[in-house]
């Protein structure tokens, strides 16, 4: 693996004669939240403006993936107002946190409006769009602003003041703003990140690959080969949902929300002990399933070895005796088939589910000998899933170390450019 040495040109573009680095507030190189009313003129054009919610901010990119057109008069009431070359900064969390910034740029008539929910950041004359950008972009910065969020629980932002005082290293010359050290740091980093996000682009589609792989073996264990006798069932008949409420009176249960469960697991690894639990919860034990039934975690399921409480999130399923093993099931839950099916049949529209009368109707393969489920042959399969699953597990856990790497090293370079030689420290 390469180190931010093998990424760092030898000379840096900073280190040129006559510069002097001065720390100055963002408030005072950048108007913050700049009013809508320099374009109310337009509203009797009835131009057509650039639309951008929150959503079509790529976090991990840092760049707007996705522009709507409409008409001024329909976005110019409740939505934030920004021009060509904005800086924009998420203000809400976990948006903030994310890393949802981007610069505006293409935007139709340059003019944009979107998500009440950003900051705008605009540069004053002699200031790069680019140079803030990658400013505010570093995870110290989100770190920082973090600590000045305000707000309830859900609902904290940053706020205007923040962004205002906060202090920025930038170069001058002859008592100004030096434009042109400006563009070579830019270039700088966007070479180096260039260079780091070809191999990221790599690494990522390796993720990708293990998981088409792992896809494919899991549904084609639930394929049955030439001679062996297999029947579909409905789910119904091989478990059953255990329904089972308590209201936690003591501290000591192990509780288990939805947040406890990345997407893909097997086996229950994280839990918290209830003394905030209070409402009533589902009761759960040793080889229950726990299925998340709301949208977007329909490939949350997991077995439990341990005996504890669950949010009502979950539905607990209960696997039949000598009918069919958890860990054979539990495959089976998290097959590509499976989950299609389930979110194809969920219903609601603020928060989507699936019931449990739904997935019990389900068919689910089975191998039978005498007439009879073949345990013997579930635990075959359960346990070549078992190896190759750790074996993926492992592969994607080293994988994702590289990758996570590669992102410390692009911070690494912001790092230097801002808190080290470049930003005269």
């Known amino acids: ?105 293409d935007l139709t008539n340059g003019i944009g409006f979107g998500s009440t929910e950003f ?63 400006q563009k070579k740091i830019v270039e700088y980093i966007e070479a180096n990140f260039s260079r780091i996000d070809n191999i990221l682009e790599k690494k990522k589609k390796e993720l990708e690959q293990l998981d088409e792989l792992w896809e494919s073996i899991l549904e084609q264990a639930f394929k049955p080969k030439e001679g062996e006798e297999w029947r579909e069932v409905r789910l119904g008949e091989v478990c059953q949902r255990r329904g089972e409420n308590v209201i936690p009176v003591r501290n000591n249960y192990i509780y288990v929300g939805l947040e406890h469960i990345n997407s893909g697991e097997i086996k229950l690894v994280r839990w918290e002990y209830s003394n905030k639990v209070k409402s009533t919860k589902y009761k759960f034990y ?50 590509k088939s499976f989950v299609s099916y389930s979110i194809s049949m969920m219903k609601g529209v603020h928060l989507p589910r699936v019931s449990w009368t739904i997935i019990k109707r389900v068919k689910i393969p089975i191998p039978f000998r005498n007439g009879k489920p073949d345990i013997e042959k579930q635990k075959e399969i359960a346990n070549y899933l078992d190896e190759v699953y750790e074996r993926i597990k492992t592969l994607k856990e080293k994988i994702q170390k590289q990758i996570n790497l590669l992102e410390e090293i692009k911070e690494s370079i912001l790092d230097e450019v801002f808190n080290g030689e470049g930003g005269g420290k």
């Open 119 to 181: 900051h705008v950041l605009r540069p004053n004359k002699g200031i790069l769009s680019e140079f803030i950008f990658y400013f505010i972009r570093r995870k110290k910065f989100r770190n920082l602003a973090k600590l000045y969020f305000t707000g309830t629980v859900g609902h904290k932002r940053v706020p205007k003041e923040f962004l205002i005082n906060t202090k920025i290293p930038l170069p001058f010359h002859n008592g100004k703003p030096d434009l042109e050290t």
């Open 286 to 335: 040793p080889d229950d399933i726990l299925y998340g039934k709301l949208r977007p975690y329909l490939d949350k399921a997991v077995i439990s070895d341990k005996e504890g409480i669950c949010s009502t999130d979950f539905i607990v399923i209960t696997p039949i005796k000598d009918k069919v093993l958890p860990f054979y099931l539990i495959y089976f839950l998290h097959t």
């Open 1 to 105: 693996m390469k180190t931010l040495d093998d990424f760092i040109k030898p000379r840096k573009p900073w280190e040129v004669e006559g510069i002097e680095w001065r720390e100055v507030r963002l408030g005072e190189v950048c108007i913050i939240n700049p009013k809508k009313s320099e374009v109310r003129t337009l509203l009797e054009q009835n131009l057509n403006v650039s639309f951008i919610p929150m959503e079509y901010v790529d976090d991990s990119e840092g760049r707007i993936v996705k522009k709507d057109v409409k008409p001024i008069n329909a976005v110019y009431k409740g939505y934030t107002y920004f021009k060509e070359g904005d800086v924009l900064f998420a203000k809400i969390t976990p948006c903030m946190e994310n890393g949802k910034s981007a610069i505006a740029r």
